[in-house]
């Protein structure tokens, strides 16, 4: 499993300590120093099933400066792809991708019915 994070965000924290205790193995990628591609991100989303604004962090720094609430119906899938593919830290996090799944955020019961 890859587990997308950053280390200084506290829910990404919960996340962690929650694969910890469960031993559950996975490759950690620290999400800023290491941005997502747009590949990635296209795979991510398709086996999601989620819609693409899920893949955003609505609740960033960036995604409020450039006013992206506004932006995003505009602008099509791929332009939204590339756009995350700029920056870690406007994508959601943590991101747990495993074996036909894909969780953007930590809410703790999907983790556990998940893993």
């Given at each position: 499993m890859l587990f997308l994070w950053y280390p200084?965000?506290?829910t990404c924290?919960?996340?962690k300590k929650f694969l910890d205790e469960r031993g559950v193995a996975?490759?950690?990628?620290?999400?800023?120093e290491e941005n997502p591609t747009a590949d990635e991100l296209r795979t991510w989303w398709k086996e999601s099933?989620?819609?693409?604004k899920k893949f955003f962090n609505t609740s960033g720094i960036q995604y409020r400066e450039q006013n992206l609430k506004d932006k995003l119906p505009a602008m099509s899938e791929e332009?939204?792809?590339e756009l995350l593919a700029t920056d870690g830290m406007l994508?959601?996090?943590?991101?747990?991708?495993?074996?036909?799944f894909v969780l953007t955020?930590?809410?703790?019961?999907?983790?556990e019915e998940k893993l």
């Open positions: 200084k965000c506290t924290q919960k996340a996975c490759v950690q990628r620290h999400i800023k099933g989620l819609p693409l332009e939204q792809l994508v959601k996090r943590p991101i747990l991708v495993g074996e036909g955020g930590f809410r703790q019961q999907e983790w």
